[in-house]
């Protein structure tokens, strides 16, 4: 598979064969390669309208990348909105009906197949067992001292039940802000 990265106007432009583009603003901040691998896979779905745009938040989902917007034409994907939170979809009225969908649905339920992962143990948060900020990993890797230290200048909760959420757990703040530069204005910054 060609793919080929172009850095323009703070983000950098993901294309590949048979794709739609992925625009990423994600400079200065580390991507995992199974969410790259998971975007492209993303990208080739037929109803992916015009492009997608990922945030530098971007990491490895179960169902989709999560931090990406996958913006669609004439397809709604439950699945793909808010799978990693649990939020779900309120059912939405349309006039689709199933006369409208394509004649090569087959397809189309393969690129799906591609793109949404089967029998992963995917953990807690849609985060892939044995990536770096995997939830038991944290919990192995930190003790309740460390999230203690690391949030000391925090209201929050301080046991061994959220040491998975511990700061370390998370990509850097300040890169991920100011990888969006283009996007954002920082105005105000809540500890």
Known sequence: M????????GYNLLTQ??????KMWANGVPVDPKAITQLQN???MLFVFKHMAV?????FGKGSTIGSVIPTGGAIIPAEVGVDI???????????????LPDNLLNIRHAI?????HGRN???GGRDK???????EMKKRFTVSDQKRATAHVECRKDSDVIDEIPMAYKDIDAVMAAQSSLVKVVHTLR
């Open 2 to 9: 060609k793919t080929t990265e172009i850095k323009t106007n």
């Open 17 to 22: 064969e048979n794709g739609a583009p992925v």
């Open 42 to 44: 993303t990208a080739k």
């Open 55 to 59: 945030m530098p938040d971007v990491h």
């Open 86 to 100: 649990g939020c779900g979809m309120i059912a939405v009225r349309t006039s689709l009906v199933a006369s409208d």
């Open 113 to 117: 197949e591609v793109a949404v992962p």
């Open 122 to 124: 995917i953990n807690r």
């Open 130 to 136: 044995g990536s770096w900020h995997d939830a038991p």
